[in-house]
Nanobody, 119 residues
């Protein structure tokens, strides 16, 4: 079992910045992907950015050039630096970890942190 604890959300004005953090604990294997998804009311959860343990990234077009994902493997943590925030970035952001456990893919979620971009 894996636990994820996210932090760093809040209220920010358009054009501002926020940094989200997520720490994973529990049974974590050496090869895994960590990332961030977001969800607004009435919509499906969508990928924001993810990063494999090998350093490969996948970033949504809507945030490219503004958001940067990074991770600290020693701390089993992932971060999302969000710059030039727009009102449409307002959502609940969820930290995610994917790994394969004895041949079975597993997906874990953090508790979600609210990001509100508003003047």
């Amino acid at each position: 079992q894996v636990q994820l604890v996210a932090s760093g959300g809040g209220l920010v004005q358009p054009g501002g910045s926020l940094r989200l953090s997520c720490a994973a604990s529990g049974r974590i294997f050496s090869i895994y992907t960590m990332g961030w998804y977001r969800q607004t009311p009435g919509n499906q959860r969508e990928l924001v950015a993810k990063l494999t343990s090998g350093g490969n990234t996948n970033v949504a077009d809507s945030v490219k050039g503004r958001f940067t994902i990074s991770r600290d493997n020693a701390k089993n943590s992932v971060y999302l630096q969000m710059n030039s925030l727009k009102p449409e970035d307002t959502a609940v952001y969820y930290c995610n970890l994917d790994q394969t456990e004895w041949g079975t893919p597993r997906r874990y979620w953090g508790q979600g942190t609210q990001v509100t971009v508003s003047s």
